[in-house]
């Protein structure tokens, strides 16, 4: 059997359907023995599927994605590297949300593709590629500072979701933090130096990955 419901839920069912083209049959089966005791043919056709965006922003923007498909039940819009396989996605909506939906692109410059995806089986209904071009970002602030005191750091960047800037040594991994300050919260920015003296760097950091 594929997609079913239990005839003890009433009359009329609710039946979804196979999210692939093709003829099939909507069949009556025992629930003891597994029989079909009753079946109808039905034929189920490609649903019009289409989606529009920008042709290039800035990774790790935010897009609007207007689109027109079937919103069957967890059909999704996502955004996904060009030559990622059939059926993954990446960052996503759910077309539950409306007919013109705000996705988060990826935060890495590249080549991507914007997929309207099945709910049912992740297939690709309609897409549209999308180039993601680093972002300018500068930082300047004073070059020393006393310790423990507030540095004022004027900052440039796309300040996309999440973005935040921070003052970390400077053999610090990347997920490493300190003090930090979230770029939505202005221009310029106000950081909390750390207490022990040394050598530090301010850094912006993409609030994604």
């Known amino acids: 059997?594929?997609?079913?419901?239990?005839?003890?839920?009433?009359?009329?069912?609710?039946?979804?359907?196979?999210?692939?083209?093709?003829?099939?049959?909507?069949?009556?089966?025992?629930?003891?023995?597994?029989?079909?005791?009753?079946?109808?043919?039905?034929?189920?056709?490609?649903?019009?599927?289409?989606?529009?965006?920008?042709?290039?922003?800035?990774?790790?923007?935010?897009?609007?994605?207007?689109?027109?498909?079937?919103?069957?039940?967890?059909?999704?819009?996502?955004?996904?590297?060009?030559?990622?396989?059939?059926?993954?996605?990446?960052?996503?909506?759910?077309?539950?949300?409306?007919?013109?939906?705000?996705?988060?692109?990826?935060?890495k410059p590249g080549e991507y593709e914007v997929r309207y995806l099945s709910g049912q089986s992740y297939r690709t209904l309609a897409s549209q590629t999308i180039t993601l071009m680093p972002p300018n970002i500068t930082i300047d602030a004073w070059p020393v500072g006393v310790v423990g005191s507030v540095l004022e750091v004027i900052w440039t960047g796309p300040s996309n979701k999440n973005d935040f800037l921070t003052v970390v040594p400077v053999d610090a991994s990347e997920t490493e933090l300190g003090a930090y300050q979230y770029t939505r919260k202005g221009n310029p920015l106000e950081l909390v130096l750390p207490e022990l003296a040394g050598s530090f760097e301010i850094r912006y950091v993409s609030g994604q990955s």
């Open 1 to 107: 059997f594929g997609n079913y419901t239990y005839t003890r839920n009433g009359t009329p069912l609710d039946l979804i359907t196979r999210d692939t083209a093709g003829d099939y049959e909507i069949r009556y089966v025992s629930g003891e023995f597994r029989e079909t005791l009753a079946r109808v043919a039905i034929v189920l056709t490609e649903p019009e599927s289409s989606l529009e965006t920008v042709s290039e922003t800035v990774a790790g923007a935010e897009i609007t994605v207007v689109w027109i498909g079937p919103d069957h039940q967890n059909d999704l819009i996502t955004v996904v590297t060009a030559d990622t396989p059939a059926g993954e996605f990446g960052n996503y909506v759910f077309t539950s949300r409306g007919p013109d939906l705000s996705v988060l692109t990826p935060d």
